[in-house]
């Protein structure tokens, strides 16, 4: 069964806008972990943020928020003021039962 | 400090080679993960170790894929009688400790190529 699931596989945002990106995630456990990383077509992928099961408020990192919604099962990760170089695939993951599930993945295009 | 460190970054071998690729974790790091992305996929997870010992095996696709971490530290996966379909980049990547609050950095991975 599918853990993580990312249902937008291409995005365009317009430069200095925001834009969100899609996840949700199945698990029955109580406490889990949930992750973005960024991919590069350089191919290292990056972390950006971290929303634990339990944490009550929204996590931010920068430009970078995780709009945590329990009861939907969604982490959602918000790009605010986009920048050309956000360009890139973008995974949601999470840790559960002592392993990381990765998303398909989001391929998003800043345009100028 | 450093981070993640694999290598090669390219490896091309001729069908029914055998292979090995090294990952160097961040030191200080418990865990190590092994990944393995096809083009257009996210990460499929392969194997993770603690410490010394293979904590989860289960990605492993079959019993020419082996990997080990003999003191802790670098680890290395061995695929053996290699295939066409073993053509992936494989990702390796360390974190502090083992948990749903530590997370996973990754090296820039070695992309194979079996022809």
């Known amino acids: 069964a599918q853990k993580i699931t990312q249902t937008q596989p291409g995005m365009f945002v317009q430069e200095k806008e925001a834009v969100t990106l899609d996840c949700t995630y199945d698990?029955?456990?109580?406490?889990?972990?949930l992750f973005w990383y960024k991919q590069p077509s350089s191919g290292e992928m990056i972390f950006l943020i971290y929303?634990?099961?339990?944490?009550?408020q929204n996590a931010t990192e920068g430009r970078y928020s995780l709009n945590f919604q329990k009861a939907r099962k969604s982490a959602n990760l918000v790009i605010s003021a986009s920048q050309l170089g956000d360009s890139a695939m973008y995974f949601c993951?999470?840790?559960?039962?002592?392993?990381?599930?990765f998303g398909t993945g989001t391929s998003l295009t800043v345009i100028p | 400090g450093a981070g993640v460190s694999q290598t090669p970054s390219n490896k091309v071998t001729e069908k029914g080679k055998y292979v090995e690729l090294r990952c160097d974790p961040i030191?200080?790091?418990?865990?190590l993960y092994w990944y393995r992305q096809s083009l257009g996929q996210g990460p499929e997870f392969l194997i993770y170790?603690?410490?010394?010992?293979?904590?989860?095996d289960s990605g492993l696709p079959n019993d020419r894929f082996f990997a080990v971490r003999p003191e802790g530290s670098v680890s290395t996966l061995k695929i053996q009688r290699t295939e066409r379909g073993d053509s992936a980049v494989y990702l390796c990547a360390s974190s502090l400790t083992v948990g749903n609050n530590s997370p996973l950095h990754f090296g820039n991975g070695t992309r194979l190529t079996v022809t």
């Open positions: 698990t029955s456990d109580p406490s889990y972990g």
């Open positions: 030191s200080g790091h418990t865990a």
């Open positions: 170790f603690q410490g010394t010992g293979a904590a989860d």
């Open positions: 929303q634990g099961s339990y944490d009550q």
């Open positions: 993951a999470m840790y559960t039962g002592n392993q990381f599930y």
